[in-house]
């Protein structure tokens, strides 16, 4: 019988949420329930997500559309995460983004100084920073300028280094890692991550919440980032077996996340029972 003591006095839950609660449209049953009835356990919960082709904002939207309860402070992206990486390492910096009109507004809405517009366009030669997001909206003009500055020694920084962002039906999308492998290859730069499984994603969240690390509980679909950001900051590991991973790459894993579930819907009998 597994012993789930460490994850019932977990008081912070972060969800990933493609392949965790919902894939496309399509939420997973159980899900909404368990985000319902987490206050009434005494527990906190953040939807945390690598995913920066949207806007904290847009995922308010899309998450109350789709039923689940959310407020602000419910909600925790790389791109986020990006925007107060940008301000502590890069104050003032001039910043290319090539990423979503979405990830555009969210690092404005830190005051980071992009040199170029919502699309992508710029005549700027001086840049210290390239960006480089999910970007749903990539055309090559992009590709070219932020190789441009990267060959010239911009800093190298990427929202997440998600290889594919899941789809219904078994499809994928070439999520920020994919794009990342191209400019590396044609820069020989190498980026710096920030999205999971840098630890300082629930390190940011520790100090926000006042809730220590090892009492905090990361739940996804995926052992390299999801369980990962978990091991390399001291907090407990739920991976859920609805999304991207299965029984063969879990054996085939170095690390083990701390809990192995089918889907959300047992992490809420855990927690109740």
Not at 50 to 65: F, K, P, T, V
Not at 90 to 103: C, D, S
């Amino acid at each position: 019988m597994n012993d789930y003591t460490a994850l019932r006095s977990c008081e912070l839950f972060l969800f990933d949420m493609d392949g965790t609660l919902y894939l496309g449209d399509e939420v997973y049953d159980g899900a909404i329930a368990l985000m319902e009835d987490l206050p009434r356990l005494g527990k906190k919960y953040i939807y945390l997500t690598n995913n920066s082709s949207r806007a904290g904002e847009d995922y308010i939207h899309r998450l109350r559309r789709l039923g689940f309860p959310c407020e602000a402070e419910n909600v925790f992206t790389s791109g986020m995460a990006t925007g107060q990486y940008l301000n502590q390492h890069h104050p003032g910096a001039k910043v290319y983004l090539a990423g979503t009109r979405a990830f555009y507004r969210e690092l404005t809405s830190y005051g980071i100084d992009l040199v170029n517009d919502e699309l992508g366009h710029t005549e700027a030669e001086d840049v210290d920073v390239v960006v480089q997001g999910f970007d749903t909206e990539l055309v090559y003009e992009k590709l070219d300028r932020a190789v441009h500055y990267l060959r010239r020694g911009a800093a190298f920084i990427a929202a997440n280094p998600d290889w594919v962002c899941p789809m219904p039906r078994g499809e994928v999308l070439p999520d920020c890692g994919s794009i990342c492998a191209l400019l590396k290859a044609s820069s020989g730069r190498e980026p710096t991550f920030i999205g999971k499984p840098n630890r300082n994603m629930i390190d940011v969240i520790a100090a926000m919440t006042g809730i220590p690390n090892e009492k905090i509980c990361a739940v996804g679909d995926r052992i390299y980032t999801d369980i990962a950001v978990a091991q390399n900051a001291g907090s407990v590991s739920v991976l859920v077996m609805s999304g991207e991973t299965d029984e063969a790459i879990l054996a085939a894993a170095e690390r083990k996340p701390d809990y192995v579930l089918p889907s959300v819907k047992e992490l809420h009998e855990v927690l109740r029972s």
